[in-house]
């Protein structure tokens, strides 16, 4: 998988939108205002996407390509390297599954408005 179809994957998720916060290479991509991924386009091998704590160093123990995410929170962030062996299946779960994480936080009133969120599984 490479890093236009991951960037593609994320905005097919329900509200999904990017921009440009920090600098004009590190592309985010949110939900409802939330960050859940980020591409530095100068190191396209790597996507960076929100994890349950447990769930996130269970990933590193299996994965040589999966590590704590670069100048993230390590304890929630995975960086990804999309030039590795990793399926595109497993890639486009950690996406699902960063996505879900974001979707949890937000209010009652966000997701009874916008019912659409929770459709991603």
């Given at each position: 998988?490479?890093?236009?179809?991951?960037?593609?994957?994320?905005?097919?998720?329900?509200?999904?939108?990017?921009?440009?916060?920090?600098?004009?290479?590190?592309?985010?991509?949110?939900?409802?205002?939330?960050?859940?991924?980020?591409?530095?386009l100068e190191k396209p091998e790597w996507v960076t996407l929100k994890c349950?704590?447990?769930?996130?160093?269970?990933?590193?123990?299996?994965?040589?390509?999966?590590?704590?995410?670069?100048?993230?929170?390590?304890?929630?962030?995975?960086?990804?390297?999309?030039?590795?062996s990793l399926d595109d299946e497993l890639i486009k779960s950690m996406v699902?599954?960063?996505?879900?994480?974001?979707?949890?936080?937000?209010?009652?009133?966000?997701?009874?408005?916008?019912?659409?969120?929770?459709?991603?599984?």
């Amino acid at each position: 998988m490479n890093i236009e179809t991951v960037r593609e994957y994320c905005l097919s998720m329900p509200l999904a939108t990017e921009d440009f916060p920090f600098d004009e290479t590190t592309l985010v991509i949110r939900v409802m205002n939330k960050i859940f991924a980020c591409i530095d386009l100068e190191k396209p091998e790597w996507v960076t996407l929100k994890c349950n704590p447990e769930y996130a160093v269970e990933l590193r123990e299996q994965h040589s390509e999966i590590e704590g995410a670069w100048h993230w929170n390590k304890k929630y962030w995975n960086q990804t390297n999309l030039y590795g062996s990793l399926d595109d299946e497993l890639i486009k779960s950690m996406v699902r599954h960063s996505y879900s994480e974001v979707v949890k936080k937000l209010s009652k009133k966000e997701k009874l408005e916008h019912p659409e969120l929770l459709e991603v599984r």
